[in-house]
Nanobody, 121 residues
Framework: QVQLVESGGGLVQPGGSLRLSCTASGSIGSISSMGWYRQAPGQERELVAIITSGGSTNLADSVKGRFTISRDNAKNIVYLQMNTLKPEDTGVYYC???????????????WGRGTLVTVSS
């Protein structure tokens, strides 16, 4: 069994910052990519940022220059540093990991339950 648990969400004023964390735990053999997605009310889930095991990153155009994704491979943690937050960044942020469980050769996607980020004055 594998779990992804997010933390760090909350209410922040426009222009403020938050740091999200996601820890993957359980019978993990190896993790390929890890990333963050978000879903605003009434909208589809969208990719925010993704990072490979080698450290290559890809960020949505809407967050480039404001958000940074990083990763601690030894601890199976992925971070999302969010600066200069805007009201349109509001949504539930989900952690995603493409990982292989111990004893398996297949990489499968796993999701966390999400953490709510609200940007409002």
């Amino acid at each position: 069994q594998v779990q992804l648990v997010e933390s760090g969400g909350g209410l922040v004023q426009p222009g403020g910052s938050l740091r999200l964390s996601c820890t993957a735990s359980g019978s993990i053999g190896s993790i390929s990519s890890m990333g963050w997605y978000r879903q605003a009310p009434g909208q589809e889930r969208e990719l925010v940022a993704i990072i490979t095991s080698g450290g290559s990153t890809n960020l949505a155009d809407s967050v480039k220059g404001r958000f940074t994704i990083s990763r601690d491979n030894a601890k199976n943690i992925v971070y999302l540093q969010m600066n200069t937050l805007k009201p349109e960044d509001t949504g539930v942020y989900y952690c995603n990991a493409d990982l292989r469980m111990v004893g398996s050769f297949r990489y499968l996607e796993h999701w966390g339950r999400g953490t709510l980020v609200t940007v409002s004055s």
